[in-house]
Structures are given as C-alpha cells and as structure tokens.
T-cell receptor, first 112, second 116 residues
Framework: GAGVSQSPSNKVTEKGKDVELRCDPISGHTALYWYRQSLGQGLEFLIYFQGNSAPDKSGLPSDRFSAERTGGSVSTLTIQRTQQEDSAVYLC??????????FGPGTRLTVT | AQKITQTQPGMFVQEKEAVTLDCTYDTSDQSYGLFWYKQPSSGEMIFLIYQGSYDEQNATEGRYSLNFQKARKSANLVISASQLGDSAMYFCAMRETKAAGNKLTFGGGTRVLVKP
C-alpha cells in the first residue's frame, strides 16, 4: 500500500515568509507525528495527533509553529514568519495506536 | 540528561561481516519500547526492528537482531552479513509509556559505511 507522503519535498523561502508543509498519512493510521531533523539538534519531536486532536504539542519550538489535522487524515504544519534557524528537514510519521511509526520522505526547508 | 545515547558517530564495516551498533537509554518507566530506524542518503526513515521492555526474547528481523540487556539499559542492533546497501545512518529510539501519544525520542545516530 501507499506510504506516508509529504509535500513539497523541498521548499526555499525568504526569512519572514510563512510556509505550509503537508503530510498525508498511511490510510487507517489514526496517530500522526511531526518531527524535525537538523544538524545541530538531531531528530526532535514537534507534535502528535490522535485523530484530529493534538494531545501533545510540547515539541513546538515557538508560537510561530502550528499544525492541524482534518478528517483524521491530512495534516498541515505551518511556520509563520520563518527564521533561518527553522531550516531543517521536517518529517511526518503515522502509526496505528501503539504500533511502530512509519515515516514520510520529509520536506527540506531552507530559509534564506 | 540524554535519554538515548549512541556513542559511535561513525563505523566502517567490511561487506559480509557483522556489525554491532550501540544504544543505551535512560528511563524510569517500567513499560517502554525500543526501536531502530535506518536512514539512507535519500532521507527516508525506515523502521527496522522493535523490542518491548517486557519481551523476554531478543527481537530478530531477517539480518537484524537486537541485543537487549535490560539491567544495563542497552539495546544494541546487530546487522549480520553486511551488504553495501546497509550503508546509512542508524537511529535508536525509545517510546515511553508516560509520554502521551507514544512519541519517539531519538539518539544522535551512527553512520555506517560498508566497504566492498
């Protein structure tokens, strides 16, 4: 079956602009996660969705970051007023409850 | 304190030989899970193997096995009969029961290069 998909695969944006990153999880996976991978910080958890609600947003680095999930499926991560330190690969993962997480290919974000 | 520690930033291994990647963890949970993921240069994280804290047997999955030593809090990955395609970054991760939603905490990774 289809895996987790993310779009765009690459995004270059100017400092101060807003960006939206999209994640389409595996069908039937109710849990969805966003992680960030950067050279200095490794892999960091950002936010977790169960269905459309986000019980754990503890990893969002600032209020410039937000995410939503609709229809228990697609999720969008929005970064407002991007900064250079936001440059990273943003990874989305999905899973059945309590099961292993399957990751998408990631979105490489570069803020110039 | 680091929850997941991978002490080997990089390793070379000869094709067809076995390699062990170290992972130690820190948790006060009694129930937790340990995972290994492979990240080739393409960037996608590929799930390899899982070990539950209550599992009595070491997990195995094809050429991958997990050497789980609970008292020492270590969960080393063993790759047998290395292949050129095994060249990648390998991440150890932990899921703690206390963590809402089963989020994963990752180690810093080990880069493996398989030599022909």
């Amino acid at each position: 079956g289809a895996g987790v998909s993310q779009s765009p695969s690459n995004k270059v944006t100017e400092k101060g602009k807003d960006v939206e990153l999209r994640c389409d999880p595996i069908s039937g996976h109710t849990a969805l996660y966003w992680y960030r991978q950067s050279l200095g910080q490794g892999l960091e958890f950002l936010i977790y969705f169960q269905g459309n609600s986000a019980p754990d947003k503890s990893g969002l680095p600032s209020d410039r970051f937000s995410a939503e999930r609709t229809g228990g499926s697609v999720s969008t991560l929005t970064i407002q007023r991007t900064q250079q330190e936001d440059s990273a690969v943003y990874l989305c993962a999905s899973s059945r409850p309590g099961a292993e997480q399957y990751f998408g290919p990631g979105t490489r974000l570069t803020v110039t | 304190a680091q929850k997941i520690t991978q002490t080997q930033p990089g390793m070379f291994v000869q094709e067809k030989e076995a390699v062990t990647l170290d992972c130690t963890y820190d948790t006060s949970d009694q129930s937790y899970g340990l995972f290994w993921y492979k990240q080739p240069s393409s960037g996608e994280m590929i799930f390899l193997i899982y070990q539950g804290s209550y599992d009595e047997q070491n997990a195995t999955e094809g050429r991958y096995s997990l050497n789980f030593q609970k008292a020492r809090k270590s969960a080393n990955l063993v790759i047998s009969a290395s292949q050129l395609g095994d060249s990648a970054m390998y991440f150890c991760a932990m899921r703690e029961t206390k963590a809402a939603g089963n989020k994963l905490t990752f180690g810093g990774g080990t880069r493996v290069l398989v030599k022909p």
